[in-house]
């Protein structure tokens, strides 16, 4: 890592020293140290390492508040188990904050105290990225998207390419001209976002979603400008960055003077825009914001598109994406949408809010440098899965598509993976 000079640990330290309130003080003072958040953890089930423990990571943090904010911790640190922020310290932060926490909020939920450990976690990766310690790998991916507009860097003529090619895809399909994929078409009721992942390696959910706005008559358009629901920035903890990155959607909105955006599929994109951007930006939304998964069930609900459920017959599961569903609150709708378009769906044991985490979150799928750990990790998922039976993994994420590919390919499961809207359109029955 380096020399870790004074002036370096003092941009660290600077996160305790202008607080807003006392509410990470709390967070800080309030572990009772009962263990019940060990077993939530799925680093901590996976190696059985106690480092792992959301607590451990917890107190990490408080240890050094400890030192440099008590009295006790600065006249007797031994005594209080206070710690300086040195190279020691600053390495076994970026280890267990960075590369063994998805941030999935699990351990949130069993708190028998409430502590919100993930809000100490991301201080805790804030302190990091100030000092400029964020893993490589990871910031590179929020350059990318600093620099380029999206976080795999995708040239603004190939995006383009892409859609076109999708388009042409589509009004084969459905063999109407009108089924067109819109570009930076101003004045439409929704602009609709994706991920990367999309454009660069998953086209066909963007023709699934394209076709289930056909079904519905829905007036949309995507932008060629920013159409990045993803924001790594909320991962790496620096705050300045996710702000540049969320203004954009903000701009892109008024600039096309739609009325809803529509978040693609994509959890963390999903809480860093509609939950943590209105913190960033201090203002509130003047346009209405919804996950797809949501947009879809409204369709559902108002009689917009029909579904025919015969046409899915394999065995159908659902893994939940911690920041949409236990993060997010969003548990209901995606249980609505398959319910109608397969024949036989069946849960995962825990699911819903309490759901395991597939193990890619946290910007874990950014930073290869801990792909191993990541990987052993993934068996708690690969083994829910295996005892559903399913032959179709659903899951309303793209980072999570992502993550359970390589648990499909890793554990040699066999089954298909797919998105809400790929299901969607599977058994959409048209006109």
């Keep these: 890592m380096g020399t870790l000079t004074d002036p370096i640990k003092n941009k660290g330290l600077a996160v305790f020293d202008d607080l807003p309130d006392s509410r990470l003080i709390t967070q800080l003072n309030s572990c009772v140290h009962c263990g019940l958040c060990a077993e939530t953890c799925i680093y901590y089930l996976a190696t059985g390492d106690e480092r792992m423990i959301p607590a451990r990571k917890v107190d990490l943090v408080a240890s050094i508040y400890r030192r440099y904010h008590t009295v006790a911790g600065k006249l007797f640190p031994a005594i209080v188990k206070a710690r300086d922020l040195d190279e020691d310290t600053a390495d076994e932060m970026v280890d267990l904050l960075y ?35 964020v893993p490589a790998t990871l910031q590179s991916t929020v350059d990318a998207a600093l620099v380029s507009g999206n976080n795999m860097s995708i040239p603004k003529e190939e995006f383009i390419d892409t859609l076109k090619w999708m388009e042409e895809e589509l009004v084969d399909e459905l063999n109407d001209p009108q089924a067109v994929i819109p570009l930076d078409q101003p004045g439409k009721r929704v602009l609709y976002t994706l991920n990367p992942r999309e454009p660069k390696f998953f086209p066909l959910s963007i023709a699934a979603m394209a076709k289930i706005f056909y079904a519905a008559g829905e007036s949309w358009t995507l932008s060629t400008r920013m159409y990045d629901v993803t924001n790594y920035a909320y991962f790496s903890g620096n705050i300045n960055e996710a702000s540049i990155i969320a203004n954009r959607l903000w701009d892109e909105m008024s600039a096309l003077k739609t009325q809803a955006l529509v978040l693609a599929e994509c959890g963390h994109g999903s809480a860093a825009f509609r939950w943590e951007s209105p913190n960033y930006l201090h203002q509130q939304f ?13 369709y559902l609900r108002q009689g917009k598109i029909k579904l025919d459920p015969s046409r899915i017959k394999e065995t159908v599961t659902l893994h939940d ?49 801990y792909n191993e750990r990541r990987m052993k990790i993934a068996g708690i998922k690969a083994d829910q899965i295996r005892k559903t039976g399913a032959k179709i993994v659903v899951t309303p994420c793209h980072n999570c598509v992502d993550q359970l590919s390589q648990i499909n390919f890793h554990y040699k499961l066999n089954v298909q993976i797919k998105t809400i809207a790929e299901v969607v359109a599977d058994a959409l029955i048209l006109p």
Excluded at 119 to 130: A, E, H, K, Q, Y
Excluded at 327 to 342: A, D, K, S, T, Y
Excluded at 348 to 366: E, F, I, K, V, W
């Design 286 to 298: 003047p346009f209405e914001v919804m996950t797809s998964v949501e947009w879809i069930a409204r």
């Design 321 to 369: 994406p911690c920041n949409l569903v236990r993060n997010g609150g969003i548990i209901h709708e995606q249980r609505v949408i398959l319910r109608q378009c397969v024949e036989n769906f069946v849960e995962m044991n825990p699911c819903g809010s309490d759901n395991h985490c597939c193990g890619g979150g946290g910007g874990q799928l950014a930073m290869s440098e």
């Design 99 to 133: 590369g063994a926490c998805t941030m999935c909020g699990r351990c949130n939920a069993h708190c028998s105290i409430g502590i919100d450990i993930g809000f100490v976690i991301r201080t805790g990766r804030t302190m990091l990225s100030n000092m400029g310690m």
